[in-house]
């Protein structure tokens, strides 16, 4: 006798039709990704974005447009009133809030509610009960959910929280009650230490979350980073879609994902995903979410961290290993249709990883960047194997108001170690000039053999920071060559003059030279902008005969493609300027040589005039100390906000603070002097 399954019986005849047209109040790559399903699914898409946007990726692939604001997203894209009025203007059934901004605030989606249109997320109350961290590891408490020891409660007193702190013992973690995307958190490793951060977090706290109210945890020392991507529906069905180990992060954010977790058993994933959508059910969970979990690497216990009540960046790991689209769950789901998979047809199939490709220097304690995106190149996208998520194209401005990822690299193969071969071979055609980025970096982490064993913890970086933050190898000489061979392709292109109308000519174009004497060119080059040293490079020929380069030049706009013969070996290389500086892309490797700039174009340096330069576009957000102080190195001197996030700024030496020259609230452009000393 046939068996059916009456829930996907009913679910197929009462399928509710999708929306008409919905209204994705986000930007960036988000903003692409939602679009890119809806228009699959033949669902219009309304576009919303801030002065700072008006040519962006996302404005121009939605089939409308409206201008809400200035750039700073206070004014723009967090004023619910003007998403609002779109929404109505456009005729949206639906606003979908991408990640970040409006996703998690509840206030939103009970308007949308009040004003009959849907919210694709889960309902306010919701948001609400996992929004606060305090209430709710109440709730996991009482739904049989680990947490964390710790202090969850309303007594804010910063002498009440430090004599939690003392009395758990160090180190700590300090969490924004309402935080997320490591704003307004701080590992306290000692108790002189507790005030300073306490008030940092706060600060970042308040500045993102409009509260300032955080709890105190004990920190475990080595814990795994642990999610689960829960689904549910308005008709009571509940998912999970397996764990994504998020371990590795700097500043307490995520850099590089993977799907399923490494050495998680069968036994430990179906207890994780259980956990989970019992967490989901304690608060009548609907839609996508994620549960946190930290997993403490000696016992492989686990404890409940937070819940994201939204779709996270690191979804597409989830998307690869299970086959699905969890936008488009989204949006059956906000329709009030049933889960398209239940719990007995959801399975692990192969593994995948998410890099984060962002403007940052790694070098500088991976400081965010900004500027121009001079050339943006990306490995080719492979159905199912290689996917490039992002929101910006070349000529693209990365700008100081919002957060600086430039894309995302998603990769699946079979197996841990396929896939991640497959990462480090795309990692290696993802070219970048412009702002510093961290794919080098992630070069090196995806090479580590710690991290190919799977041996992947919270503290990887700063364990392993020796190696991944090595000395720069020496510029190799075949480089070196080529960087030569294309200043002079690109001097004797710029110099040739036509003199004849026909171009297959011998004298369509015509170079300087001198019969019978000897051809000689120097050019010079340096390692790094700060090098003393040069790097001389002759291309000569004495005899005065004719000398054929064994090198092609191939210019589009840029960069340029040079093939050359350096030696018994035939090198393609992409190559592109930047002001001073030249990127030679070669073998998967970005190697950069710096042009000398003549000595009286250049001021005198922060180092020189005894100051310290906001090293970005900021504004000033806390000021440590005053003009007479006396300050040893590594003291806190000012705390800077850019990007959604806040940097602390360290005295360089023991010195005497001679003039601020800036206030609480300035904005500052880069470069510019912030203090000085006698």
Not at 367 to 375: A, N
Not at 626 to 643: F, P, R
């Amino acid at each position: 006798m046939q068996r059916f399954d009456i829930r996907k019986l009913v679910a197929r005849r009462y399928h509710s039709p999708h929306f008409n047209k919905i209204l994705i109040a986000n930007r960036g790559e988000i903003a692409v990704r939602v679009m890119k399903t809806a228009k699959k699914l033949g669902i219009k898409t309304v576009a919303v974005y801030s002065e700072a946007d008006k040519d962006s990726m996302h404005t121009q692939m939605a089939d409308e447009a409206y201008l809400i604001g200035p750039a700073a997203s206070a004014d723009s894209y967090l004023r619910m009133d003007k998403i609002l009025q779109v929404a109505k203007k456009s005729n949206a059934q639906a606003i979908h809030p991408g990640y970040g901004f409006l996703s998690e605030n509840a206030i939103f989606a009970k308007l949308l509610e009040d004003n009959n249109i849907t919210f694709i997320g889960p309902p306010a109350q919701s948001i609400i009960d996992m929004g606060s961290k305090s209430a709710s590891k109440n709730i996991m408490i009482n739904a049989g959910v680990p947490v964390v020891p710790g202090y969850h409660g309303d007594n804010q007193d910063p002498k009440f929280l430090k004599q939690q702190a003392d009395e758990m013992g160090y180190p700590v973690l300090i969490k924004a009650v309402l935080g997320g995307g490591g704003k307004g958190m701080r590992i306290v490793p000692s108790s002189e230490e507790f005030d300073e951060m306490l008030e940092s977090a706060k600060r970042e706290a308040l500045k993102s979350f409009s509260d300032d109210r955080v709890l105190v945890e004990k920190y475990i020392t080595k814990p795994r980073h642990v999610e689960v991507q829960v689904f549910a529906d308005k008709l009571g069905n509940a998912v999970y879609l397996f764990e994504r180990d998020c371990s590795v992060q700097r500043r307490h954010q995520k850099v590089i994902e993977e799907a399923p977790g490494p050495g998680i058993s069968p036994e430990l994933r179906r207890s994780l995903g259980e956990k989970a959508v019992a967490a989901a059910k304690a608060v009548n969970y609907v839609g996508a979410g994620t549960v946190e979990f930290i997993l403490d690497t000696d016992t492989n216990a686990f404890y409940f961290m937070e819940m994201n009540t939204r779709l996270q960046v690191e979804h597409p790991v989830t998307e690869m290993i299970t086959g699905t689209d969890l936008v488009d769950w989204q949006l059956q789901v906000a329709a009030g249709n049933r889960l398209p998979k239940l719990q007995d047809e959801l399975q692990v199939n192969g593994w995948a990883f998410e890099a984060r490709i962002y403007a940052e220097d790694p070098d500088k304690n991976f400081m965010p960047d900004t500027g121009r995106l001079v050339h943006l190149k990306t490995p080719d996208a492979v159905p199912d194997k290689v996917r490039i998520e992002t929101g910006v194209r070349q000529g693209d401005e990365v700008s100081v108001h919002y957060d600086p990822m430039i894309s995302k690299l998603v990769v699946w193969d079979t197996d841990r170690t396929e896939a991640l071969r497959v990462l480090r071979k795309a990692l290696g055609e993802f070219q970048v000039v412009g702002p510093s980025t961290n794919i080098e970096f992630l070069k090196s982490l995806a090479s580590h053999p710690a991290f190919i064993n799977g041996d992947v913890d919270t503290g990887f970086i700063k364990r392993h920071e020796q190696e991944l933050f090595s000395d720069k190898e020496v510029v190799p000489a075949f480089v070196i060559a080529q960087a030569a061979l294309y200043s002079l392709s690109r001097e004797w292109k710029n110099s040739a003059v036509q003199v004849s109308a026909d171009p297959y000519s011998p004298w369509s174009s015509v170079r300087a030279f001198r019969l019978n004497h000897g051809f000689s060119k120097r050019f010079e080059f340096k390692e790094s902008q700060d090098d003393k040293r040069k790097i001389q490079v002759d291309i000569t020929n004495t005899d005065g005969s004719v000398t054929v380069y064994p090198c092609q030049l191939q210019e589009g706009t840029d960069p340029s493609v040079l093939v050359a013969t350096v030696g018994d070996r035939k090198i393609q290389s992409d190559i592109v300027r930047n002001g001073d500086k030249l990127s030679v892309f070669s073998d998967g490797i970005k190697h950069e040589l710096f042009l000398p700039v003549p000595q009286h174009t250049l001021g005198e340096s922060a180092a020189d005039q005894g100051s310290v330069v906001a090293p970005m576009p900021c504004k000033i957000s806390h000021v440590q100390v005053k003009q007479g102080d006396a300050v040893k190195k590594g003291q806190t001197l000012i705390v800077l906000e850019a990007m959604k996030m806040e940097h602390t700024i360290k005295s360089p030496k023991d010195g005497i603070i001679q003039k601020i020259n800036y206030r609480v609230g300035d904005l500052v452009a880069q470069g510019k002097h912030l203090i000085t000393f006698e």
